[in-house]
């Protein structure tokens, strides 16, 4: 039981909105349950996940392009350090699209104390995974 117990308090705590989608929670656990102190709470509605030293929110290269760099920006500035996943589901784009969106991650990315990650839908976990090792 002590063993139990001393585990558990050396595994990094991992924060999940609880706003999030039931379904995505519950594969959120299963998937890091046993790496991480999962805890589902109420986080700002603008982050997904947090631990000690950062927040994590996901965005689509859609809402990118629709939204203003500066909406993006105001909307997290001010809340620490912040990683943002950018899920890629624009499989066809033209030209003046993707410079646009290449423009707005440029923009996020000068800003200090944010990181942009840019994923195919399948990579999540993964990449959620990198980001939570590569802060240590």
């Known amino acids: 039981m002590i063993k ?8 990094r705590t991992l924060k999940v909105n609880q706003e999030n989608n039931i379904d995505s929670i519950i ?3 299963q998937y890091f349950g046993r790496r991480y102190n999962v805890i589902a709470t109420k986080l700002d509605k603008t982050i997904q996940y ?4 950062q927040k994590i929110t996901q965005t689509y290269k ?3 392009l629709e939204e203003n760099s500066k909406t ?3 909307k997290l500035q001010g809340k620490g350090r912040i990683s943002i996943i950018i ?3 624009m499989h066809k784009c033209s030209e ?8 707005t991650i440029d923009e996020i990315n000068s800003i200090k104390n944010f990181n942009t990650h840019t994923i195919d ?3 999540t976990f993964k990449t959620l995974d990198m980001i939570i090792k590569e802060e240590t």
Request: glycine letters at 0%.
């Open 4 to 11: 139990n117990r001393r585990l558990l308090y050396e595994k």
């Open 27 to 29: 594969e959120f656990f």
């Open 50 to 53: 947090e631990t000690d030293t």
């Open 62 to 64: 859609t809402t990118i």
């Open 72 to 74: 993006i920006i105001d």
């Open 87 to 89: 899920i890629d589901n």
């Open 96 to 103: 003046h699209e993707s410079m646009k969106i290449a423009n």
């Open 121 to 123: 839908q399948k990579d």
